[in-house]
């Protein structure tokens, strides 16, 4: 089992910048990748980004990309998401979630095994 918790969250301005933290204990030895998912009010979860735990290679999704980064901490079990340029259509319910199989890419919620409880980003326009 792998426990994740989220933290950073909050109301943002948009054009402002966000720092999302999400702390892993458990059997974190098995794990190959993390990543972000959100989730609008009324909308399906969808992708953010990804990250290889080991090789750090990353994925984005194309709403985000140069706008948001994924990182790791890998002695700290920590993940985080930093994004830039805020909109209001990245008004979410930011979710991390851990991968304990090898895949080809990390981009679907089948890819992921544990999931976070989710904490709430609100880009004010």
């Known amino acids: 089992q792998v426990q994740l918790v989220e933290s950073g969250g909050g109301l943002v301005q948009a054009g402002g910048s966000l720092r999302l933290s999400c702390a892993a204990s458990?059997?974190?030895?098995?794990?190959?990748?993390m990543g972000w998912f959100r989730q609008a009010p009324g909308k399906e979860r969808e992708f953010v980004a990804a990250?290889?735990?080991?090789?750090?290679?990353?994925y984005y999704a194309d709403s985000v990309k140069g706008r948001f980064t994924i990182s790791r901490d890998n002695a700290e079990n920590t993940l985080y998401l930093h994004g830039n340029i805020l909109k209001p259509e990245d008004t979410a319910v930011y979710s991390c979630?851990?991968?304990?199989?090898?895949?080809?890419?990390?981009?679907?919620?089948?890819?992921?095994?544990?999931w976070g409880q989710g904490t709430q980003v609100t880009v004010s326009s």
């Open positions: 979630a851990a991968s304990q199989a090898w895949r080809d890419s990390y981009s679907r919620t089948d890819d992921f095994h544990y």
């Open positions: 458990g059997r974190t030895f098995s794990t190959y990748a």
């Open positions: 990250i290889r735990w080991n090789s750090g290679i990353t």
